[in-house]
């Protein structure tokens, strides 16, 4: 029998006014902003980047390269410089982007690195610049942009001081910042230049690594578990516990949640396939296959049973693991999860919203925008479950919602009648972000379901 723990709320609240309509369309709003924020965010605060570009309307279609003598004087192992190119579109989406990532330069000598790629239709600017990463002194200089106007013809477009011989206010007038980050400090140098009497380096002598929830080198590990590479971070001793991020999200989620639940337990916080700083294999994204990820992974750190808080997204896969691994499910706290996606589900306008962003990113070739709209498509088509299959689950389940979530409240509140000796609680005026903005209320309720007899 479900023991409902929530007072005062009807038993199927419905909009009742237009204030309440608002209220939920503005929480779906702040949802997807949040995670597509969260997605371009992932990459580690560990390197800068400073660019110019050029207005490339003409040349749609046409071959260009772009040049740059770079060296490098690493200070530690991951230091590295690249050159980095990339075409902004007139509709504001991403087309040719390379970046050297792959590839950094670690030579102490200069040599001239060339990016060649092809100018999108409907391309407005080419963006290039110097990018640098971790410890160490990276000198840029003779930047060149070429676009080819006939079978090997190129003409050079003209760059403002492209080869950085004029004095500190034309660099911070023609170059700017992609990412500016205080341990890197770009000045013109004299310093052994590739051409002229000047060139830029950039002193990241001073770079310190920028230990955050989701970039912690120290609590950080990969493991390789169905056959892709994870990304976690532990922290705390005891029972494991392990936390179970939203879409399009990461580790990150969890800053508030970490800290006190590492004091009781030995946490366990996991970058699901394809997000964060995890790998994926091109597989379709669905629930089962990150359950099934997640059961790899158990048995990878030889866990027979843990305990797990799964939010939003990761309360999906924490529901389908119980019923599907329930050997490993000790206890599962889940909020704001559904079991199966339809119009009874979420608010129609949530669909709007998605089916928008989607549109927005179809032309875009960045990986990040690619990977966004896969992410999309499984908010959109999954989970594929039925209320009669959480029957089979056996182990303590709590239920939890915000009472204006973005999962309606029947939805939430049929998933906990279906699940045999289970909890409901629906917070009061909450969202689905309760656990970011009540940490506290929310953070105690969990612990307290966990440490019950």
């Not at 390197?47 to 772009?66: I, L, P, Y």
């Not at 689950?393 to 939890?400: A, K, R, S, Y």
Request: charged share 20%.
């Amino acid at each position: 029998m479900t023991r409902i723990l929530t007072t005062n709320l009807p038993a199927c609240p419905r909009i009742a006014n237009a204030r309440h309509l608002t209220r939920i369309l503005t929480t779906a709003l702040l949802i997807l902003a949040t995670q597509t924020t969260q997605a371009q965010d992932n990459t580690p605060p560990d390197w800068g980047a400073f660019n110019q570009h050029v207005d490339v309307t003409a040349w749609q279609g046409h071959h260009f390269k772009v040049s740059a003598a770079i060296r490098t004087q690493p200070l530690d192992p991951k230091a590295g410089a690249e050159l980095w190119v990339r075409i902004d579109k007139a509709d504001k989406t991403m087309g040719f982007f390379y970046n050297m990532m792959d590839k950094p330069i670690k030579d102490s000598t200069w040599k001239v690195y060339t990016v060649r790629g092809k100018i999108d239709r409907n391309a407005k600017w080419l963006y290039f610049g110097g990018l640098y990463q971790h410890k160490g002194y990276f000198h840029f200089d003779d930047f060149q942009v070429f676009i080819e106007t006939g079978h090997n013809k190129w003409q050079q477009i003209p760059l403002p001081d492209a080869g950085f011989e004029d004095d500190t206010a034309a660099f911070s007038k023609n170059w700017f910042y992609l990412k500016k980050r205080s341990f890197f400090t770009p000045r013109l140098s004299t310093d052994n230049p590739y051409e002229g009497k000047q060139a830029i380096k950039v002193d990241g002598s001073t770079f310190t690594k920028t230990l955050t929830y989701g970039n912690n080198d120290t609590a950080g590990h990969f493991i390789t578990a169905n056959g892709i590479k994870l990304y976690y971070e532990t922290y705390g001793q005891g029972q494991p516990l392990l936390l179970l991020h939203g879409n399009s999200s990461s580790i990150s989620l969890f800053e508030k949640q970490i800290p006190e639940f590492s004091k009781q337990y030995q946490v366990i916080a996991v970058d699901t396939r394809g997000q964060g700083r995890s790998g994926e294999d091109g597989k379709t994204y669905t629930y089962d296959l990150f359950a099934e990820d997640m059961n790899a992974f158990l048995d990878s750190l030889h866990l027979d049973s843990v305990d797990i808080f799964g939010w939003s997204d990761g309360g999906n896969t924490g529901l389908i693991m119980a019923m599907n691994y329930p050997r490993k499910v000790r206890r599962l706290a889940a909020m704001g999860a559904n079991i199966f996606i339809d119009h009874t589900v979420v608010d129609d306008s949530v669909y709007r919203i998605l089916h928008k962003e989607q549109h927005e990113l179809k032309h875009d070739k960045f990986p990040r925008s690619t990977n966004r709209n896969r992410l999309i498509t499984l908010l959109l088509t999954e989970p594929r479950h039925s209320f009669d299959q959480l029957q089979t689950i056996h182990c303590p389940v709590l239920v939890m919602a915000g009472q204006y979530d973005i999962i309606k409240d029947e939805h939430t509140r049929q998933i906990a009648a279906h699940i045999p000796g289970s909890q409901l609680i629906i917070f009061p005026g909450g969202t689905h972000y309760e656990p970011a903005d009540h940490p506290a209320t929310f953070n105690k309720t969990v612990l307290d379901f966990f440490n019950a007899p």
